[in-house]
T-cell receptor, first 111, second 114 residues
Framework: RKEVEQDPGPFNVPEGATVAFNCTYS??????FFWYRQDCRKEPKLLMSVYSSGNEDGRFTAQLNRASQYISLLIRDSKLSDSATYLC????????????FGAGTRLFVKA | NAGVMQNPRHLVRRRGQEARLRCSPMKGHSHVYWYRQLPEEGLKFMVYLQKENIIDESGMPKERFSAEFPKEGPSILRIQQVVRGDSAAYFC????????????FGPGTRLTVT
């Protein structure tokens, strides 16, 4: 089983749609969680950190469920510019430091 | 506040040559991470460094690859005797601290081995 697993893509949605991405992690030593987006052939850009209390930034809402080892990202009112690959990222301390990136979920928003 | 800088942006090497990739972290950041991304694949953690120390290199191939982050100057990822399979995008990220801190990425170096 992969340490960080994401929904397989791609997601094809119309503008204005709400879309949700899920991510599960297997190691309970995981300590911090993030969502990044990556455009084609560019560097990953931080979208938001993820907290147990949930956090919201405009149209984006992230949630962490430690008991279920599950992270989610909700995008409301999708824009064409939201088209990208969304990466779930987990930092863990297992005696050594590790950052694990999920394989990513590709989103296409169409007019 | 300048972001993470990497150079060169593109590097072409023949098989057997050495590749040196440089990364300057964001101002105020003392933690540097290197990742590799093969075409159509996800990012793979390679190494985590602080000034003059390698904290975790569990993702580094055992041979030909090395990394350093000297007291002065940028972090360097060095690949000796490159092979075609080393062709990839190499991203550097920096953060101000450990584990709970976000990492900010540089634009990457695209290495092509001919």
């Amino acid at each position: 089983r992969k340490e960080v697993e994401q929904d397989p893509g791609p997601f094809n949605v119309p503008e204005g749609a709400t879309v949700a991405f899920n991510c599960t992690y297997s190691n309970s030593a995981s300590q911090s969680f993030f969502w990044y987006r990556q455009d084609c052939r560019k560097e990953p850009k931080l979208l938001m950190s993820v907290y147990s209390s949930g956090n919201e930034d405009g149209r984006f809402t992230a949630q962490l469920n430690r008991a279920s080892q599950y992270i989610s990202l909700l995008i409301r009112d999708s824009k064409l510019s939201d088209s990208a690959t969304y990466l779930c990222v987990v930092n863990m301390d297992t005696g050594g430091f590790k950052t694990i990136f999920g394989a990513g979920t590709r989103l296409f928003v169409k007019a | 506040n300048a972001g993470v800088m990497q150079n060169p942006r593109h590097l072409v090497r023949r098989r057997g040559q050495e590749a040196r990739l440089r990364c300057s972290p964001m101002k105020g950041h003392s933690h540097v991470y290197w990742y590799r991304q093969l075409p159509e694949e996800g990012l793979k953690f390679m190494v985590y460094l602080q000034k003059e120390n390698i904290i975790d290199e569990s993702g580094m191939p055992k041979e030909r690859f090395s990394a350093e982050f000297p007291k002065e100057g940028p972090s360097i990822l060095r690949i000796q005797q490159v092979v075609r399979g080393d062709s990839a995008a190499y991203f550097c990220a920096s953060s101000p601290g450990y584990l709970s801190y976000e990492q900010y990425f540089g634009p990457g170096t695209r290495l092509t081995v001919t």
